[in-house]
């Protein structure tokens, strides 16, 4: 039970999941649009990071697991918005022991590097 009793200790956050209602532009271009889906208490521990270059910027990616009580519709497809910052989710949420107390979700955070 190593993930509940990490839950239940620490500092919950009230996050907003978004899900992505994909749009088009007046050109016929794919656009998303997201909106909020449900707005619950988590708890985010900060896990690994990385630094790479994408369209001649550096880019940092950081991984968290976003902790939330069981929400059985959350799906991998969604996002997390905290404050100014989103969290995309990387796989599909993992329910603990399959006991429906705690969802737990790997997402990625991806930061700009200021252009210098």
């Known amino acids: 039970m190593k993930v509940i009793d990490r839950a239940m200790s620490g500092r919950w956050y ?16 794919p656009v ?9 208490y988590a708890k ?30 959350v799906s991998s497809a969604m996002r997390i918005r905290f404050g100014t910052r989103y969290f995309y989710l990387a796989g599909p949420p993992v329910n603990p ?5 705690f969802m737990v979700l790997t997402a990625m ?5 200021p252009e210098a």
């Open 14 to 29: 009230s996050v907003t999941i978004e899900q992505n209602s994909p749009t088009q532009s007046a050109t016929g271009a």
């Open 109 to 113: 955070e991806r930061v700009q590097a």
């Open 32 to 40: 998303d649009s997201w909106s909020d889906f449900a707005t619950v």
């Open 97 to 101: 022991g399959e006991m429906n107390q």
């Open 44 to 73: 985010i521990e900060p896990g690994r990071s990385r630094e790479f270059f994408s369209a001649k910027a550096t880019q940092s990616e950081l991984s968290h697991e976003i902790v939330i009580h069981y929400l059985p519709s």
